[in-house]
């Protein structure tokens, strides 16, 4: 895929980035402010361009993820470009809140918060973060030290990874936070808002299949599933917000 | 080398404005970090202008300078409508994470004094300046409301000892009165809660009028240091601002004490400024 496809693939992305909010794993990705948004991609243009001619191969997923894979190695890279305070650590600031109202601190730039992050798929992986300020728009030296970080980390990786992995797989907490989504764009009157408030309650669920005009939910590994039907608006909803959803309708109405 | 600046970085909870909604836990942020700039100062002191002006309570102003952060993501999220509460002394943040409509999760409140990185200026009292035409005028209106104050609270006080007699009266005699006592009772009664409703308003008004003459007089608003010397006394009394007064003839700032340290104290101050003295 050329470059200036990958670009219109994240830009066409842009729209499912608020599912993100109501996500319990959210999918990496770009999330940055609009007024940011077009310098972002011309960054990601000079990254893609150096990571090509160094034989990379990229693919963007349906919700906006962006995944790298070196030539020489079958492992895959999330790349997420996103605000983020230069905070050590959350943890200790949210203590600190506990028991006093305020929190003064000099040594973090509100403005200059933009920062590109990799990570192996794999599980346990940590993010690196880079912040984009410190490179002076030398993208040749910005690729290339993410492709130094990339190489070293694929080093001590003996084995290779045996999941099965696909850009576009669509995951049960994909389909929970549409239906979260779902509930707060259609309003507290909503079938889905109601669903979505039932489900909250719900501490496990094993399988959630979303076909038709019908949502299946399996909360556990006894056979306890319960249906919930929707109409038009949902469907409308279903067919913008979920991947896959288009295609499982086609196959429920060559069942019928 | 950029200006030191001055980040705040604040805990968010949830707020309940509607008992429909149940918010998903994923969409409550974490912190929500702001700068205190030159710009947000001009604004909050805009809006504590409209509060006096138009005797609010609070100003609601939507703002796009504060950051909200996810510890779920380790980022800032940007789908977020913010609304900044200004009153008399505090401010706070409201945010709704679209699509939500309602604010649904909100900072505490802080004081704008805790906010400022320098020592905060202590503005002198100046009695002559209560010499000028709109001083009096309003002091005359204080005085006035004052007078019809007292006139109240004389005839409050003076129908309780009746109402206590007659009491203690149908109490002692078994027969009935010539008087119905039960309906006189209640009638005074009726009567000593409406003098006591009008005695409330009148202190309402009463204080509104004081905060408008420190303000428009002094140009004092609440949460301003202050410091006053008595004319025939040597101590010198610091205190912040917290609420004001009037008792007769006399203004009183009540507040916090401001220690030799610079600091706020734990016990109460009290500037007193008799109206006396101007006429």
Redesign the interface.
């Known amino acids: 895929m050329n470059i200036q496809k990958l670009l219109s693939s994240v830009r066409q992305a842009k729209k499912f ?2 599912l ?5 794993s ?1 999918r990496s990705g770009i ?4 007024k940011e948004f077009n310098d972002v991609l011309f960054l990601l243009k000079e990254l893609f361009k150096q990571f090509k001619a160094s034989g990379c191969k990229i693919d963007i997923s349906f919700y906006g993820e962006v995944f790298v894979s070196l030539p020489e190695s079958v492992h895959r890279f999330e790349l997420a470009i ?4 230069t905070i050590k650590n ?2 200790v ?2 203590k600190k ?2 028991s006093i ?6 040594n ?3 403005d200059d ?1 933009l ?1 590109v992050s990799i990570k192996t798929i794999r599980s346990r992986a940590k ?1 690196k973060h880079y912040s984009v300020s410190e490179f002076k728009s030398d993208y040749c030296e910005f690729a290339d030290t993410i492709l130094k970080e990339l190489r070293q980390r694929v080093r001590y990786y003996n084995n290779p990874d045996s999941n099965e992995w696909t850009v576009n797989d669509s995951s049960t907490e994909d389909k929970l936070a549409a239906i ?2 779902g509930g ?2 259609l309003g ?1 009157a909503s079938m889905l ?1 109601y669903l ?2 039932h489900l ?1 309650k719900v501490i496990y669920v094993k399988d959630l299949s979303i076909t038709g005009n019908q949502i299946t939910v399996n909360k556990s590994y006894f056979t306890e599933e319960t249906n919930h039907y929707f109409g038009k608006k949902e469907e409308a909803f279903f067919d913008k917000y979920l991947l896959g959803y288009a295609a499982m309708r086609i196959e429920h109405d060559n069942h019928n | 080398m ?1 200006n ?8 968010v909870n949830e707020l309940f404005q ?1 008992k ?3 918010y ?1 836990a ?2 409550l942020p ?2 929500c ?3 205190f700039t030159q710009t947000l100062q001009h604004i909050i002191d805009n809006a504590i202008k409209l509060l006096f002006e138009q005797r609010l309570h609070e100003v609601t102003i939507q703002t796009s300078n504060v ?1 909200w ?1 996810f ?9 977020i409508r913010s609304l900044m509460h200004v009153d008399a002394m505090t401010i706070s943040f409201s945010g709704s ?4 409509k309602q604010s649904h999760f909100s900072t ?1 409140k ?1 004081s704008i004094n ?2 400022k ?1 320098n020592q905060i200026p202590i503005s002198s009292i100046n009695l002559e300046q209560l010499t000028i035409p709109l001083a009096k005028g309003l002091i005359n209106k204080i005085q006035q409301l004052s007078r019809q104050y007292s006139e109240q609270e004389d005839l409050y006080y003076g129908i309780e000892p009746i109402v206590n007699e007659l009491r203690a009266l149908d109490e002692k005699v078994a027969f009935a009165l010539h008087i119905d006592s039960e309906s006189q009772l209640s009638l005074l009664n009726i009567k000593g809660n409406q003098i006591y409703a009008k005695m409330e308003t009148l202190e309402i008004e009463m204080n509104y009028l004081s905060e408008q003459l420190l303000y428009q007089v002094f140009g004092l608003t609440k949460g301003d240091w202050l410091s006053y010397k008595p004319q025939n006394d040597a101590t010198l009394t610091q205190l912040q601002f917290e609420h004001c007064r009037v008792y007769d003839n006399t203004l009183n700032i009540i507040g916090p004490g401001i220690t030799k340290a610079g600091i706020l104290g734990k016990r109460e101050q009290y500037i007193n400024i008799e109206f006396g003295v101007v006429e």
């Open positions: 980035r608020p993100n909010d109501f996500h319990r959210p999330d940055v402010i609009d996103s605000n983020r305070p959350a943890e600031l949210l809140l506990e109202q305020i929190v003064k601190l000099d973090i730039d509100i918060t920062v993010w979260h989504f707060a764009l507290p808002s979505s408030k909250r | 950029k030191k600046n001055n980040i705040i970085c604040l805990g509607d429909q909604l149940h998903p994923t969409t974490s912190l970090f702001f700068e950051n952060y510890n779920l993501t380790d980022r800032y999220h940007h789908n994470l679209r699509p939500y505490a802080i805790q906010l990185f």
